[in-house]
Every structure is written in C-alpha cells, then in structure tokens.
C-alpha cells in the first residue's frame, strides 16, 4: 500500500512538472521512423495518418486512418515500446451502409478510455447530408469491436462550421467532456480554425460561441494559413494544445504548441513550430502534421509524415527526459478534485460567453 501511495504521488508530481518539460523538451524525431506505415495491397495501401495513442502502463494501443483507392477506415495496431508496432488486419471501423450518414467516409478524431470502456468520436460524410462533415461516437470494450451510436451523428453542422468539420479531439475533466475541432464557416473559402464544444454524455454538445484558435495574424507566419487537427492535454493546470498549420499560399505543413489555463484562451509557444519537415528526401520532408502525445515511456510524440514515393506514413518524435507516467489507472482524488473545478470554472465561462 505504502508503494502503491509512493507511485500516486510521484505521478502527481511529474504531472505537475509537464509545463516546463514541455517548455523545454527538445523533440527528436526516431531513428526508427516511419513507425507505421502503409500495407502494400491491403486496406491501408495508400495511406497511414493521424495516430491516436494511449499508453495502459504495459502496451501502447494506437488507432490511425488509412485507405486504398478512395475508401476509408479505422485501424488499430499495439506495441510493447512504443516504436515497434503489430497492426491488425483489416480496419476496426468502417463507412455505414448505403443511406447512412457516414457512408462515404469515416476518419478518426480521438480516443479515450472513461474507466469502464473506450470512446470514439471520428468524422464521417456522405454527399448529401453530411457532405462538410459531422462528427459520431463509437464506443468498445476491447479497442477493436466498436459500436456506432444509434443517436450519431452527435455534433453536426450549424452557422459557425457549415462549411467543414473534421478531427473531433476529445478529454474527459470531472464530468465534463471537452472537444476541439476542425472548421470553418461558410464564408470561409479557405482557412480552418479550431473549436469548441462541451458535453456532459459526449452525445450531447454545446459548442462555443466562436472559434478559439485562428491562424496567425502574421501574414508571414508559419500558421497564418490554417490551423487544424487539435490534440489537447490535460496536466491539472494547463492545457496543452498541438495543431497544425499552414503558412501563406498553404505551404509545407508543420506542428505548433499552445497553452492555455481554460481550454478556450491560448498562447502561442514562441519556439513554435516544434516539430518540422525533414530534410530533402527523407520520409518526411514534404510536411509533418496531426500530431498526439503519449505519456508512456517519456514524452512520445506520434505524427503524420508527408514524402515522396509512398503515402503519408506516421512517425514519432521524443522528449529527452525519459521517465514513464503511466494513463492507468484512473487519476489520484486530488487530480480528480482539480480536473473537476477546471471544468466548472469551464462551464461558467461558456455561460459568460453565451450571455454576452
């Protein structure tokens, strides 16, 4: 019991220090990258993006896109070390049938898992209805049988995103669900912006009056052209957001971080970008993007990485620290007890916001 303790609070601890190995951390891309990529003559042939990892204290579980010759889906691959991975056969979920509202396509936003099983929100279109996107939950016991919600989808279109929706990226504080998205309004012929929501099912959404994170408004910037494909921590003070972004003309895309003390007001991280293309003809030096952390075996960032003979593939990059700060199990009571006044002081801004 006394180690058991011990662990709690040095888990604790090591939450609290995030901000500054975040601050500080200098991200190395691996030796070993591409970690995953595409199967040749499989489901998966052309493409491999958009990995969303969670770390149980003994493997990692990753979910990513992929697709083969316009049609998509959800794939699922495990691994001891975090870098070497054994993927699945076959996608874990897939377009619905002809009619439904995700027949066309189905992309992954995030997963997590709430303490009894794992939730899914994903993207998913059809050319009538949903043909800007609209967001649906799945949920599993085990990461790989996964189950559409009959209510789906839960977050569609309304005048602040009509124009596009996409990478729903969703944490869990207290009681409350929070999601980041992709989108764009109507009138907006070119750049995307990030948005909120928050729900108390992950059915049910309120969403923000207005986006939280623009582009630059630099017009030299490296993210002045669109920031997109959200992926939020919590460390029970401060969240950190990764996105990606284009620069002017949509140039190469690269890999941002911002912080913030409410989920809806951020700062840009000076050093930005963090995380850059590589060099001529490596695997990955048309782009880098849709980046996640795993808290695992130190600081692992998994991202998209663009290059030349091959379809996007996914790649990973570390922090230097190396120590382990397990997901599971569930947090401490006094993480809980702060995630869960963050999330009201959350709820009380949103009322602000509406009112005004």
């Given at each position: 019991m006394k180690k058991r303790l011990l662990g709690v609070a040095l888990s604790f601890i090591f939450v609290l220090l995030l901000p500054n190995v975040f601050g500080d951390a200098q991200w190395v891309k691996s030796p070993s990258n591409p970690v995953l990529g595409p199967t040749s003559n499989q489901w998966d042939a052309d493409y491999t993006t958009t990995p969303r990892v969670i770390y149980d204290g003994k493997i990692y579980r990753m979910w990513f896109n992929g697709g083969r010759s316009g049609s998509s889906g959800v794939g699922y691959a495990t691994s001891k070390d975090g870098i070497s991975w054994s993927q699945l056969a076959g996608p874990v979920l897939e377009p619905g049938l002809p009619g439904a509202w995700d027949r066309s396509s189905v992309a992954l936003g995030s997963v997590l898992w709430n303490g009894t099983f794992f939730m899914m929100w994903y993207r998913g279109s059809n050319p009538t209805a949903f043909a800007s996107g609209a967001v649906g939950l799945a949920t599993s016991k085990d990461g790989v049988s996964w189950t559409k919600n009959s209510r789906n989808p839960?977050?569609?279109?309304?005048?602040?995103?009509?124009?596009?929706?996409?990478?729903?990226?969703?944490?869990?504080?207290?009681?409350?669900?929070?999601?980041?998205?992709?989108?764009?309004?109507?009138?907006?012929t070119q750049f995307t912006s990030i948005l909120y929501a928050t729900s108390f099912d992950g059915l049910k959404w309120s969403k923000w009056p207005h986006p939280v994170f623009f582009p630059s408004s630099d017009p030299t910037a490296w993210d002045s052209g669109s920031v997109y494909s959200p992926s939020v921590y919590f460390n029970g003070t401060t969240f950190w957001l990764w996105y990606s972004g284009l620069g002017p003309n949509n140039g190469l895309p690269q890999i941002g971080l911002a912080t913030s003390p409410d989920g809806a007001t951020w700062t840009r991280y000076s050093p930005n970008p963090i995380l850059s293309p590589g060099a001529q003809g490596t695997w990955d030096f048309a782009g880098v993007e849709q980046a996640n952390l795993a808290v695992g075996d130190g600081l692992m960032v998994y991202y998209d990485g663009i290059g030349a003979g091959t379809g996007p593939q996914i790649g990973l990059a570390q922090a230097p620290q190396g120590f382990a700060i397990p997901e599971f199990p569930l947090p401490s009571f006094l993480v809980l007890l702060t995630v869960a006044v963050c999330a009201a002081s959350l709820l009380r801004k949103r009322k602000q916001a509406k009112a005004s």
């Open positions: 839960v977050l569609t279109a309304t005048a602040i995103d009509q124009g596009y929706i996409a990478s729903p990226y969703v944490i869990r504080l207290g009681l409350t669900y929070n999601m980041w998205y992709t989108g764009k309004n109507a009138n907006s």
